[in-house]
């Protein structure tokens, strides 16, 4: 359904400096920015929070060293250098954003080879990277790794590990208030005759009309809907597809890393997640998670078992419960379909006020914040927003925080 050329509806009205639309990552962290900044400004979601890619990232807060395996550093690795110093500021309540009430998993993530690291080791032992990666010595190896048959490198990276609903809660509770639920928000998008985006919202009673100095979209896969429903053309969106591998085994081994592989991507990467029912749950991403978009879920199940049983022969999974998750990493369109090293934000075609965003990884969600913050005009303090608040809060439902999806693989 198209709604570029729907006129504007005679109904009352309510105005913001912005509403951004989008309930991830992406979406809440621009919200508090935008808020701290003076912005009168509001979330609308289709779905519960982090629902979909935020939900199915691993929580990592990488520095950029897993770029570097081919033993120089680059564009990519450096423009997440300073990421996990940044959030950290954040975690600790000093930061642009306050997450003091986020846990963190691991303050740490490993790499580790099981075959000579070759020019990596001189590379990983120099000053380009000192602070960033650290040799492991036997004695400090993590219980997992603590067995004769390990013969290995193993590496400490400053990468940390987030409890992503624990991050998403915090962002909702730090925005309480400016964060609503609207079902069908693509088909409610319409162009006024000024070529300005609005959205008509006619839940109950008198319809309203929803008015912003700037659209902010940065929903992910769903940004190509809401372009489309304006008629919008650029910027256009690329996926990713992935599909992870969730374990679930009874070994108290939660475990943070990468191994190494002859590729320039990790091998595989593993980070732990609780699950609700106790168990611990390995959550399998990298070379296999890539390879595996290509696989059926019984293929890759096959190939997941082979690898842990070659990485770890001293523990037996035959017990262990396999499944798999399907991903598609929404990113915006880069030539021959390569890996956009920062985030993304540009105004969208065809319509006058709307930014459209793709953090491209769950760590560089600050960036597109600031990048959006540098694209909009200051504050209109001619806007109030306390009657705008309390008649949509009359009108819509706050959106909850999405289970994990390897609880939701369980339902």
């Not at 978009?293 to 262990?320: H, K, N, Q, V, Y």
């Amino acid at each position: 359904m198209n709604n570029a050329s729907a006129p504007a509806a005679s109904n009352s009205s309510l105005t913001f400096d912005a509403i951004i639309v989008g309930g991830g990552i992406a979406g809440l962290w621009t919200l508090d920015r935008l808020r701290t900044a003076g912005y009168k400004v509001v979330l609308l979601t289709d779905r519960a929070l982090g629902e979909g890619q935020t939900l199915a990232s691993q929580g990592m807060i990488h520095g950029g060293i897993k770029y570097t395996l081919s033993g120089a550093l680059n564009q990519a690795s450096e423009t997440i250098a300073d990421m996990p110093d940044y959030w950290q500021r954040c975690l600790n309540g000093t930061g642009d954003v306050d997450l003091s009430q986020t846990h963190c998993l691991s303050d740490h993530f490993y790499m580790w080879s099981n075959s000579t690291l070759g020019k990596l080791t001189s590379f990983f032992a120099s000053r380009a990277v000192r602070g960033r990666v650290d040799k492991v010595p036997a004695s400090e190896r993590p219980a997992l790794l603590q067995n004769r048959q390990f013969k290995g490198s193993l590496y400490r990276l400053v990468d940390r590990v987030l409890d992503v609903p624990s991050l998403l809660a915090n962002l909702a509770a730090n925005n309480q208030g400016h964060i609503y639920q609207l079902d069908q928000i693509a088909q409610r998008l319409h162009k006024d005759a000024t070529n300005n985006a609005y959205l008509k919202l006619n839940n109950t009673g008198e319809p309203i009309t929803l008015k912003a100095k700037r659209w902010i979209f940065t929903a992910g896969k769903g940004n190509a809907d809401l372009l489309a429903a304006l008629g919008c053309q650029q910027p256009a969106m690329q996926l990713r597809p992935l599909q992870q591998l969730v374990v679930r085994h009874r070994y108290p081994y939660p475990f943070y890393g990468h191994c190494l592989g002859a590729d320039k991507t990790p091998r595989l990467t593993i980070s732990s997640h609780p699950s609700n029912n106790g168990d611990t749950v390995w959550y399998l991403g990298g070379s296999l998670a890539e390879k595996g978009a290509s696989m059926s879920a019984a293929e890759l199940i096959a190939a997941g078992r082979l690898e842990l049983t070659e990485l770890f022969p001293w523990l037996d999974f035959s017990d262990a419960d396999f499944s798999t998750l399907p991903i598609e990493r929404a990113e915006p369109l880069q030539q021959n379909f390569a890996r956009p090293d920062n985030a993304f934000a540009k105004p969208a075609s065809d319509v006058a006020n709307v930014l459209v965003g793709w953090p491209t990884k769950l760590t560089l969600a600050p960036n597109l914040a600031n990048q959006i913050l540098a694209q909009l005009p200051k504050p209109d303090t001619a806007i109030a927003t306390n009657n705008a608040i309390n008649d949509l809060a009359q009108q819509l439902p706050t959106p909850v925080v999405a289970p994990l999806p390897w609880e939701a693989l369980r339902d």
